[in-house]
């Protein structure tokens, strides 16, 4: 419809926008999903600020296939990393969508959240002020009116806003026993009859426009229908391609994977190499310290035996000295008594010469 259209770029703007498959649950298993969308399309937050409701909206070219108003009572549910739905009960089905990544799915769950906080704050003030309209009149006198029902339109339901022709009137309650005065009552009754002239030319304009609608709804129904078809179509085109895609995707980031693998083997090859290199270095140099150690450990040996002989050689030296001193002292002592027997007998020579001397002289 492109009133509708024209209606939803005068009177809402968008607040957040991101894109995604667009999927409905199927209304006659309420078990599979049926995509909506051939493609990724744009899907917007909106807020309306005639009625004072936020929407969900996404056009498909002309089509709207998602024309959702937040309530309170609605929750957006992740049911994978980048899948999440919500159900709209005004519109009887169940919305689904798929981003290209968790982080978009996380920002649109937020953003849900956000809105449909608002969207209760928006609808306890929507009753807050019903309440206040309605309080003065409960205070005059007349009979009941009834607001003419009002048919639930593309934009939203009558239980998700505030209707336009009950804003601009005031239920009137019973009675009260202290009745007011003739003429006061006189002119409440010609403010109401004017007010009740109002509401049915509202109510007719209504009629009218869900006349038009019930005749648009078989033609988009029509159209619906042939759009499924071509959906269904192009979805089992677009799995197929797919499926495709993901296999050579597959076989690409395999291959991938492995060149990237094969470099680092080749690395990891070239670093044992140079360590199997340096190992045999290593080997070469504990070789050559081995050889020279077994060579100081042979001479070792040799100096311990050779050691062991001059130390034999010494204690032999050393009990030959020891005797050759011990001979010596009895030599010396021999030698001084031989002296002291010499002087003796050199004492009793010079005597005797002494004694033949002066015999010769006597004589």
Same mark, same amino acid.
């Given at each position: 419809?492109?009133?509708?259209?024209?209606?939803?770029?005068?009177?809402?703007?968008?607040?957040?926008?991101?894109?995604?498959?667009?999927?409905?649950?199927?209304?006659?298993?309420?078990?599979?999903?049926?995509?909506?969308?051939?493609?990724?399309?744009?899907?917007?937050?909106?807020?309306?600020?005639?009625?004072?409701?936020?929407?969900?909206?996404?056009?498909?070219?002309?089509?709207?296939?998602?024309?959702?108003?937040?309530?309170?009572?609605?929750?957006?549910?992740?049911?994978?990393?980048?899948?999440?739905?919500?159900?709209?009960?005004?519109?009887?089905?169940?919305?689904?969508?798929?981003?290209?990544?968790?982080?978009?799915?996380?920002?649109?769950?937020?953003?849900?959240?956000?809105?449909?906080?608002?969207?209760?704050?928006?609808?306890?003030?929507?009753?807050?002020?019903?309440?206040?309209?309605?309080?003065?009149?409960?205070?005059?006198?007349?009979?009941?009116?009834?607001?003419?029902?009002?048919?639930?339109?593309?934009?939203?339901?009558?239980?998700?806003?505030?209707?336009?022709?009950?804003?601009?009137?005031?239920?009137?309650?019973?009675?009260?026993?202290?009745?007011?005065?003739?003429?006061?009552?006189?002119?409440?009754?010609?403010?109401? !009859? *004017?007010?009740?002239?109002? $509401? &049915?030319?509202?109510?007719?304009? +209504?009629?009218?426009?869900?006349? @038009?609608? =019930?005749?648009?709804?078989?033609?988009?129904?029509?159209?619906?229908?042939?759009?499924?078809?071509?959906?269904?179509?192009?979805?089992?085109?677009?799995?197929?391609?797919?499926?495709?895609?993901?296999?050579?995707?597959?076989?690409?980031?395999?291959?991938?994977?492995?060149?990237?693998?094969?470099?680092?083997?080749?690395?990891?090859?070239?670093?044992?190499?140079?360590?199997?290199?340096?190992?045999?270095?290593?080997?070469?140099?504990?070789?050559?310290?081995?050889?020279?150690?077994?060579?100081?450990?042979?001479?070792?040996?040799?100096?311990?035996?050779?050691?062991?002989?001059?130390?034999?050689?010494?204690?032999?030296?050393?009990?030959?000295?020891?005797?050759?001193?011990?001979?010596? !002292? *009895?030599?010396?002592?021999? $030698? &001084?008594?031989?002296?002291?027997? +010499?002087?003796?007998?050199?004492? @009793?020579? =010079?005597?005797?010469?002494?004694?033949?001397?002066?015999?010769?002289?006597?004589?």
């Amino acid at each position: 419809n492109p009133q509708h259209h024209t209606k939803i770029k005068v009177l809402e703007q968008p607040i957040f926008s991101t894109r995604a498959h667009v999927f409905q649950i199927d209304p006659n298993t309420k078990k599979n999903w049926v995509p909506t969308s051939k493609h990724a399309v744009t899907v917007s937050y909106f807020y309306d600020s005639t009625r004072n409701v936020y929407r969900i909206i996404s056009l498909d070219g002309s089509k709207a296939i998602i024309n959702s108003t937040i309530t309170p009572n609605m929750t957006f549910t992740k049911t994978s990393q980048k899948f999440g739905q919500w159900a709209d009960s005004r519109a009887n089905t169940v919305y689904g969508l798929g981003f290209s990544s968790e982080h978009h799915l996380s920002k649109f769950a937020e953003k849900f959240q956000e809105f449909k906080e608002a969207a209760r704050l928006a609808k306890e003030k929507s009753q807050e002020k019903m309440e206040l309209t309605s309080t003065p009149s409960q205070e005059s006198a007349g009979g009941d009116l009834q607001s003419p029902l009002t048919p639930e339109s593309i934009n939203g339901t009558d239980d998700e806003r505030t209707p336009d022709v009950t804003q601009n009137s005031e239920p009137r309650a019973e009675p009260t026993q202290n009745a007011l005065p003739f003429s006061h009552s006189s002119a409440i009754s010609k403010h109401w !009859e *004017a007010e009740l002239a109002t $509401l &049915k030319g509202n109510n007719a304009k +209504l009629t009218a426009a869900l006349l @038009e609608s =019930t005749a648009n709804v078989k033609q988009w129904k029509q159209q619906l229908a042939a759009y499924q078809e071509e959906a269904e179509r192009l979805h089992k085109r677009v799995t197929e391609l797919e499926c495709v895609s993901s296999q050579a995707n597959a076989v690409h980031t395999h291959k991938t994977e492995l060149n990237q693998t094969i470099q680092e083997l080749e690395e990891t090859l070239k670093v044992k190499e140079e360590e199997i290199e340096r190992l045999k270095q290593e080997i070469d140099n504990a070789r050559e310290l081995q050889e020279q150690r077994d060579s100081l450990t042979q001479k070792l040996q040799e100096v311990e035996i050779r050691n062991k002989d001059l130390e034999g050689q010494l204690s032999d030296l050393e009990q030959r000295l020891e005797k050759s001193q011990n001979e010596q !002292e *009895a030599f010396r002592n021999n $030698l &001084k008594t031989l002296l002291e027997i +010499l002087d003796g007998k050199i004492f @009793e020579l =010079t005597e005797l010469r002494d004694n033949l001397a002066k015999l010769l002289e006597c004589s």
